[in-house]
């Protein structure tokens, strides 16, 4: 499919193979035409909202159904993310499409509200508190303009907004989002929501994650040696340090169901021991499950600080007896504020 105005017939050929020419392709849910007025997505999603719509139907039943209350919230959870999804990457459509959408949202309250076919469409979405359809657009348009002005300078998708253009009164997506957005970003102060400063590359943390293993990785020592050097361990810092035991594993061989567990022991010896559990997953490895106990380890700890702010100044050790776990995570998040202990 080749973007342009031009009737003008194109072949491509590849390996003497000619591809095959479209005038209109779906890719990751929006439907894409040749000249990007995307005529075609404003009647897929149209289409799509009316037909999630007749599979409640017989929930509403004109005024004899369920309430105008329950029936708004069944628009906005199941028929109006049809209408809006994706729309800040087709947001120039024309006046007649935008039309389109507004008397198809407008359909769907009356029939939820079992008003008229001749009641003002402002007056219903009044009553039920839907945004029109053109304010909710802008609302989204303008949110994703926030997102990617936040957004690193090096993504791809910053970099193509800074270099969009329009011929005319066409424009491309990213460019008319700009425009959209342009007298929120007159009211903004960017500097204040660009994360890809470079001030955010001069703060430092002054704790990091640190693996230390209680014996030497390439000492070969039998299990009983090794129980008695990680309790001496826990022996000299469980007076002083949040400790934290994590572990992962997979019910039968390769990839299974899986399932982590973490314990939590704060150095106050009236405090109980917190424990959680988390299924990870139908078809997942040993290594999967090790790291998401890792995580939940981390979750506890977070917790524990929250409900003893005196612990924020105390050391936190996470057990794990899987070392390419403890890698991973450590090589995820070299800036966290934990310890990590093999």
Known sequence: MLFRDSTKDV???????AVEKVHSFKYLGVVLDTNLDFGMQVDYAVGKAKRALAKIC??????????????VDIYKSLVRHHLEYAIPSWDNITEQNLAKLESAQSQC???????????ASSAVEVVCGIVPIRFRKRELCNREYIRILTLDSCTEVKQSMASSFRVGLKFCPLEYLKVISCELHRRL?????????????????????????????????TSEKYNKATA??????????????????????????????????????????????????????????????????????????????????????????STAAIDSVASFAPTAALQSLR
């Open 109 to 119: 309250l009356k029939r939820i509200t079992g008003a008229k076919t001749h009641s």
């Open 11 to 17: 072949s491509v050929t590849i390996h003497n193979k």
């Open 232 to 321: 001496e361990f826990i022996f000299s810092v469980k007076s002083q340090s949040l400790l934290v035991f994590t572990d992962g594993s997979v019910c039968g061989v390769g990839p299974a169901c899986g399932a982590c567990a973490a314990v939590s022991y704060t150095p106050l010896d009236d405090s109980s021991p917190r424990s959680r559990t988390r299924a990870v997953g139908m078809v997942v490895n040993s290594l999967e499950c090790e790291i998401e106990g890792i995580l939940l380890g981390i979750e506890l700890v977070i917790e524990c600080i929250h409900d003893q702010p005196s612990l924020s100044r105390s050391t936190a050790d996470i057990f794990c007896d």
């Open 58 to 71: 017989m929930l509403i039943k004109g005024r004899q159904g369920i309430s105008v209350n329950i029936g």
């Open 189 to 221: 102060d960017v500097s204040q929501l660009d994360c890809s400063s470079s001030e955010i590359d001069k703060i430092s943390v002054t704790r990091q994650i640190n693996t230390v293993s209680i014996l030497d990785d390439n000492t070969t020592t």
